[in-house]
């Protein structure tokens, strides 16, 4: 079986943003019934040198359209430093799941091959083709962003666990012995 980078960016970009949505969910759900404003979670960070859970979301998304974008050929997204509140985040979260699930694979035509530079801090740039960019630097920071949001949800007491982290892998259960 072989695999197109436009299909693994895609079936893994949109899944994670599902689920990251759902995450959103469960703390707005969470900061209701603790009467508690959703300000609060938003500005919750693990450590005092990290982002709060408002740029962890952020950051998630735009590694995920920055992805598509390089990858596609297209000029890279601008990251959106402003501050949001907890419904334009999760109005960020779906309409980048959406924008990214209705890409075809065949838009990702060369992406394989393609060369990248991406600028950094300074004069540091990191340059790969699109199989090492999506492997080495987008999966990676996106998961991180998506992983580091769950664990400020979780540390603020949101009641999520492995298997909500988990939840885009719901359709691959099934009963022992059932096919």
């Known amino acids: 079986m072989s695999i197109s980078i436009g299909d693994l960016a895609i079936h893994t970009f949109?899944?994670?943003?599902?689920?990251?949505?759902?995450?959103l969910e469960k703390g707005?759900?969470?900061?209701?019934?603790?009467?508690?404003?959703?300000?609060?979670?938003?500005e919750a960070r693990l450590a005092p040198d990290m982002f709060p859970l408002s740029t962890q979301v952020q950051l998630a998304c735009h590694h995920a359209r920055d992805a598509v974008a390089r990858l596609t050929g297209r000029a890279a997204p601008k990251i959106d430093?402003?501050?949001?509140?907890?419904?334009?985040?999760?109005?960020?979260?779906?309409r980048t799941a959406e924008h990214i699930a209705h890409l075809k694979p065949a838009a990702f035509?060369?992406?394989?091959?393609r060369h990248i530079d991406m600028p950094l801090q300074g004069t540091t740039v990191?340059?790969?083709?699109?199989?090492?960019?999506?492997?080495?630097?987008?999966l990676p920071n996106f998961y991180f962003h998506v992983v580091t949001a769950y664990d400020?949800?979780?540390?603020?007491?949101?009641?999520v666990g492995k298997r909500?982290?988990?939840?885009?892998i719901a359709p691959y259960l099934r009963q022992s012995g059932a096919r």
Not at 28 to 42: E, F, I, M, N
Not at 81 to 94: A, G, S, Y
Not at 126 to 138: C, E, H, K, P
């Open 109 to 113: 035509s060369g992406a394989m091959e």
């Open 164 to 168: 909500d982290y988990l939840g885009h």
């Open 152 to 159: 400020i949800l979780r540390h603020a007491g949101v009641a």
């Open 14 to 23: 949109v899944p994670v943003l599902k689920t990251l949505a759902t995450l």
């Open 126 to 138: 990191f340059q790969s083709d699109g199989y090492q960019f999506l492997r080495d630097w987008s």
């Open 81 to 94: 430093n402003r501050d949001l509140t907890w419904e334009e985040l999760e109005t960020l979260v779906t």
């Open 28 to 42: 707005r759900a969470h900061a209701q019934a603790d009467g508690s404003p959703t300000t609060a979670l938003l």
